[in-house]
Structures are given as structure tokens and as C-alpha cells.
């Protein structure tokens, strides 16, 4: 009978965490190593809890990203989907993830589309009167006084769920044939400034949604303690 992989799994000092259309997000870098057989990941995950009475969330790989980024700069950062990789013994594999809360984002996405709706129908219009002297950056700035907008940018500032205090995560790697999962426990602390920092991306949010410049997301940084 064959061994059952084993892995060596390594993650960064410190996480990234964020808050964009995409929900609230994780970005941790780090390796994965198979230490005697060559092993097939099949998914990685972090379970994010607050507390022992909270119910955990699950943020699920989004994207991986370049081992080198510009935080914040989500426009400028080449995001490859994420899929199913080979490790191999004594090779480590360099892993930076972005993980996102799928369920949060679909809570999002309603209004998400209704600001993207809105904005395509006030740049026909405005398109079609001031014709080629229109502007799309002033129109956004009278854009952005609409009720809905308004409501929108209220309604992200309260989607995002950070919080100061400290927060516990678990980093889970599924493997395949045969299915094992490994994980590493870890925690870090949240700043109110940090999270009210997160919370105020809502605008930026909406200038992300409409295609117009803003100073990028805030991340915060927070060392991670194993």
C-alpha cells in the first residue's frame, strides 16, 4: 500500500485584508511543499472566526496574484483564476491567494448591478446631449448625489464586517487521490482605524463600479501570530 502524501505548508508573517466589490478578502502568500510524494491541490480556503459565539465564514481562493503587488491597486494587479496544481517533494511552491467571501459578494451583487445599471443609462444620456464635449468625470460628480448612489455607498459601508478586535483563521489546503486536508491555524488583530478605514472603501466601491479614479482600496496589514 502506497504512503499517503504529506505537505509542508508555510504562510507569510502577516495577511492582507481588504474590502472591495468583491466582498470582504484575505490575501496570504506563502509555499507549498510535498514532502515525499508528489501531491495534486485541489482547493485551499481560510475559515475565518470572531469570538466563540460567532458562526465561522469561509472565504474561498479568488484569484492568485504575482508574487510582488501594489497594495490597494486592484486594477493593476494581473489576477490568474484559481485551479488545481502539482507539488512536487523538495520543490516549494509559491502561493499568493486571494481569498474572498463568496457569500457576502452575492448579498452584494444586487446592488452592485444597480449602480452599474444606473451609471450606463446617465452616460447614454448625458452622451447623447453633450455629445463630444462630454465628460464622464463631471457627470460623476453629479452621479454620486443621486439617492441611489448614496444608499449604495450606506449600504457597502455596512457589508463589510471588520471589526477591531482579534480575529482566528484556519489556512486549508484540500489535496486529491487521496483526499486529505491540511490546515494552519493562525490569528490576527484589527485596529479601529484599520476597520474603519475598510468600511469607508464603500466609496471607493462605487467609483471602482462606475470606471472612474479614486486613490485605490485600503488594505490593512496585520501581523499573523501561528
Not at 470572531?50 to 489576477?79: C, N, Q, Y
Not at 452616460?123 to 439617492?147: C, H, I, M, W, Y
Not at 457589508?159 to 491540511?182: A, C, D, H, L
Request: glycine share 6%; net charge neutral; with cysteine.
Amino acid at each position: 500500500m502506497s504512503q499517503r502524501p504529506r505537505i509542508h505548508i508555510y504562510i507569510s508573517p502577516a495577511a492582507e485584508v481588504g474590502y472591495t466589490q468583491y466582498g470582504p478578502t484575505i490575501g496570504i502568500a506563502g509555499t507549498i511543499t510535498a514532502v515525499d510524494h508528489a501531491a495534486l491541490v485541489d482547493n485551499i480556503c481560510v475559515v475565518l472566526s470572531k469570538g466563540k459565539k460567532d458562526e465561522p465564514r469561509f472565504l474561498d481562493w479568488f484569484a492568485f496574484r504575482p508574487p510582488h503587488i501594489v497594495m490597494g491597486v486592484s486594477t493593476e494587479i494581473d489576477f490568474r483564476p484559481p485551479a488545481k496544481f502539482t507539488i512536487a517533494p523538495d520543490q516549494a511552491h509559491p502561493c499568493n491567494v486571494l481569498f474572498a467571501d463568496n457569500v457576502r459578494y452575492s448579498e452584494m451583487n444586487p446592488v452592485i448591478k444597480a449602480v452599474k445599471g444606473e451609471w450606463e443609462k446617465a452616460k447614454t444620456r448625458a452622451a447623447r446631449v453633450a455629445g463630444p464635449d462630454f465628460n464622464d468625470q463631471s457627470l460623476f460628480a453629479e452621479f454620486s448625489k443621486l439617492k441611489l448612489v448614496a444608499d449604495a455607498a450606506g449600504y457597502f459601508k455596512k457589508m463589510s464586517y471588520w471589526e477591531e478586535g482579534s480575529y482566528n483563521i484556519r489556512f486549508k489546503v484540500t489535496t486529491e487521490n487521496p483526499k486529505q486536508i491540511f490546515d494552519i491555524p493562525a490569528s490576527f488583530a484589527m485596529t479601529s482605524e484599520d476597520a474603519d478605514q475598510l468600511s469607508g472603501n464603500a466609496v471607493v466601491i462605487i467609483a471602482d463600479l462606475c470606471k472612474q479614479p479614486h486613490p485605490g482600496y485600503h488594505c490593512a496589514t496585520p501581523s499573523l501570530a501561528h
